[in-house]
């Protein structure tokens, strides 16, 4: 990963510069991260759970690594979520859309529109029933991903209509 300065000079030809992104994600982040987590969680801890329970002999090794993973689990629906939301910002102008996420690190991303390839929109389950998308922007590079997630449906629509409609008059082949 590319840190600041480097961004700064990557960019610096093309007119970008590296700068907090102005939109938080929706709210409702929390919740479905959350959601996500406990979900996760309880199949992990309740598969061992089984596998504590039925098999005795694993009872030994396997009664530490649950409560580990106990703890672990717990951390990740406690903090995660409220701390991904206060991390999270995204922002799509006329030039780039620019990204930063994370949790235990920090990516932030730029991505100019003349570089776009492909922009989509992602709604999983949990997402549907809240009323949330993730905007999916790729590019010829395997590192020039950028996911947007948390958004709100109606908003992801926007901006994927927006960048298409920007991406599509704008010069350049996307590599």
Known sequence: MIGPAGYREAMSGSGLRLRPPRHRVDPRFVLWRTLQALLWGAGVLGTLGAVYTLAEVTRPWLGPVLLVLAAIYLVNVVLMPSWRYRVHRWEATGDAVYALEGWLTKKWRIV????????????????????????????????????????????????????????????????
Do not use: M
């Not at 570089?115 to 999983?124: A, C, H, K, L």
């Not at 997402?127 to 958004?151: C, F, H, N, P, W």
């Not at 709100?152 to 008059?169: M, P």
């Open 112 to 175: 100019p529109i003349s570089r776009i390839q492909s922009i989509d929109t992602e709604r999983g389950l949990l997402q549907q029933a809240l009323g949330l998308a993730t905007v999916r922007v790729t590019t010829a590079s395997g590192e020039g991903k950028i996911s947007i997630e948390g958004l709100d449906a109606r908003v992801a629509d926007e901006t994927v209509d927006e960048l298409r409609r920007i991406t599509a008059a704008t010069p350049g082949d996307a590599t």
